[in-house]
Each structure stands twice: as C-alpha cells, then as structure tokens.
C-alpha cells in the first residue's frame, strides 16, 4: 500500500473539495432572504431548498456509491466536481424557485458522490494506523466549512448578491475538479467480483448498526442545532451578530474535534473514540437548559458541542471502512446518508417541538436532542457485541 507521507499533498487537496461540498452544503441558510426576496416567495417556501438538498443527499450517496464502487477513484472525483461545478452555474442562472430546486437536487447528486470517494481515498492510501487521521483530513474540509466557508458565502450574498455565492462554489468546483485530475493519482480499491458482491457488506448487521449510530446521534445534534437561535435567544435577545460569535465557536472546535477523532481513533480504536465523543454530545444537549441563560454558559456547551459532534465521525468511517475495505465507498456513502438524513429529520422533529412545546420548547429541544444521542450509544455498543459475537465464528470457519 502506498505510504501516505509519499503523497502529503494529497488530502489537503481532497480537504478543499469537501470545503466546497460543506460550504455549499450549509451556506444555503445564510442566504435564504435574499432568495426568498428575489424570487418573491416565502421564506418558509425557499426553506426547501435546504431540505430537499439534505434529502436528495441521503437518497442518491448509497445509490451512486453502489453505482461507482468499481471505478477509479480519482475519475469518480473528478466526475462529481464537475457536477458540482455545473449544479452551482445552474442555481445561479435559476429564474425560479422550481428552477432553483431542481438544480439543488442535482448539486446534492454530486456532493453526495464526492466525500465517501474522497474517504474512500484517503483510507486506500493509508496504511491501517493513520487511516484515523487520513480520514479526519478529509472531513476536516467540512468542519473547515463552518468556520470560514459558510460565514464568507453569507458575506458575499449580503454584497454582492445570493447569485455570487453560487457563481463562487461554481468556480471552486471548476478548480478543485482541475486541480485532482492533476495532483490525485490513481486509487483503485481492491476489486470485487460484481455489484451483488460489492452490496453484500451492506447486510452485514454491523453496518445497519453503525449507520443506525450515525442517524440517531445526527437527528439529537440537529434537532437542536436548527433551532440554535430560539434556544439561545436568552443571551442573544436576537442579536444575529451575538449568534454569529457563538457559532463561531462551535465551528472552531468542530474543526479541532475532527483532527483530535483522528488521532484518537488511531491511538486508541473506533470505539472508546466513539463512545466517548457522542456520550459527551449527549450530557451538552441535556444540560442546554441550565447553560443557555448566560454568556459563559453559552460559549462553553457551544464549543464542547462542536468538539464532541465532529469528533464522531473518524470513528464512524473508520469503522465501516474497515468492515470491508473493497465495499468502502458503498459503506461510506451510507454513513453520508444516514448523516444528512439525520440533518433533515432533526429539522423536521426540531420543528415538531416548537409548534407543540410552547413556551417550554426551547429547554425540551436540548432535552430530547440530547436523549436521541443517549440512545446511539446503545446502537454504538451493539456493534461491538456483534462483532465480538461472530470473530469466533469467522476463525472456526478459517481452521
């Protein structure tokens, strides 16, 4: 296997594809009034673009990773900027939301195909003790996204127009997919005889298991991340830019918390990692009643919130990829799935509450948030019981 110090400049580079894929990603709900004024529609309507992005992502990563999973990674790469770079020129172009929307459902098409191809090249060339840390760089170009490309994107649609913002992830996607085709070399995963085969791993109970982890940690996180502005109204008295610094220090430690899950995930193994991470995601949303109400209180569970979130995720990929490292982009492309579907069904839950919840919703939103993420750890813990439960069977079946 290739050694990944031999190719150092290879994950910044995958780093800044998914920097484009987050931004694009989250940017959206910076930019929803001037789309909304623009088009003359409600803001409630141009909300469906974030929705159905989040959907049209968990729907098409598994479907395109079980599509792709036998081509060449750096093609597959440049495929999927490519169309990222053409769904971006067409959502600036949209004349209508209609327009709008379905140029949307094509960008997420494509961002959902790029990040488990650019996991999956990251895991592929590195040896199995850095794979942590190869795969925490990736997903850093996310965590990376909250903290300088969604702000930005915001600050350009604010000048010069929601357009501009497109035009500029449009642009990006041109660059990055120029500068792979360049700078990536050829990564092919151990091959596998047929899609049956290449599907078969998505069986396996271990896999539903971890994805199961994913969406229900995802959905606790975002059911109360959504609505981050009702449930810290107390110390913002809805001052955006008092919203924005807090957020900012969430985004700061996301960013940290990837880089620290790698190497954690490396030093001590997925799970600890994992269980660690989403126990302590689950003590900040419970305890989200007691420090909303002051300015210290915010900034500390904003920050250990972003920390515990993000660190989550090296473990999750590292888990799937090493189940079946041939099937790794199939797998991949499912824990991507499970995590904008988590997304989406926060927001709609998040929603549910505030309607019902009254004057209580906001406390209730960390509340049941945090009692979701509780509950992926007994989903977390359940892989390893599996896992545990078949390695005798595996080594009778091999004597």
Do not use: K
Not at 78 to 85: D, K, N, R, W
């Amino acid at each position: 296997m290739t050694d990944i110090r031999a190719r150092v400049p290879v994950l910044p580079l995958l780093a800044v594809g998914a920097f484009a894929i987050g931004t694009d990603t989250f940017v959206v709900a910076g930019v929803l009034p001037e789309v909304a004024g623009d088009l003359r529609v409600s803001t409630a309507d141009a909300g469906w673009l974030s929705t159905l992005f989040a959907l049209a992502y968990a729907v098409f990563a598994p479907v395109l990773g079980a599509f792709t999973g036998a081509w060449e990674r750096r093609a597959v790469l440049v495929v999927s900027l490519t169309g990222f770079a053409v769904g971006n020129a067409a959502s600036a172009l949209a004349p209508s939301l209609g327009t709008l929307l379905a140029a949307r459902v094509f960008t997420a098409a494509c961002a959902a195909l790029y990040v488990p191809a650019a996991s999956a090249s990251a895991g592929a060339l590195s040896p199995p003790e850095r794979r942590g840390r190869a795969l925490a760089v990736v997903l850093g170009g996310l965590s990376a996204a909250t903290v300088a490309g969604v702000p930005f994107g915001t600050w350009v649609a604010a000048d010069l127009g929601w357009r501009a913002t497109f035009w500029l992830l449009a642009g990006l996607g041109v660059l990055c997919a120029a500068a792979v085709a360049a700078g990536l070399p050829q990564v092919r995963l151990p091959a596998a005889p047929g899609l049956a085969a290449r599907l078969a791993p998505a069986r396996d109970p271990r896999v539903l298991l971890t994805v199961t982890t994913t969406l229900l940690f995802m959905t606790g996180g975002y059911l109360a991340l959504t609505y981050i502005g009702l449930i810290l109204d107390p110390v913002t008295d809805g001052d955006g830019s008092v919203l924005a610094l807090l957020l900012l220090a969430f985004g700061v430690t996301a960013f940290a918390g990837t880089a620290l899950g790698g190497r954690a995930t490396d030093r001590y193994g997925a799970g600890p990692v994992l269980a660690v991470s989403v126990a302590g995601l689950a003590v900040v949303l419970v305890t989200l009643p007691l420090t909303r109400t002051s300015v210290t209180g915010a900034v500390v569970a904003m920050a250990l919130w972003g920390l515990a979130a993000m660190a989550t995720q090296p473990p999750q990929q590292h888990r799937l990829f090493g189940i079946a490292p041939a099937s790794g982009p199939l797998l991949l492309s499912l824990n991507s799935s499970a995590t904008f579907l988590g997304i989406s069904l926060g927001g709609f839950l998040g929603g549910q509450v505030v309607d019902g919840g009254g004057a209580d919703a906001p406390d209730t939103l960390g509340v049941v948030g945090g009692c979701l993420a509780a509950l992926s750890l007994v989903t977390a813990f359940a892989v390893a019981r599996v896992r545990t439960r078949e390695e005798p069977a595996l080594a009778a079946d091999a004597r």
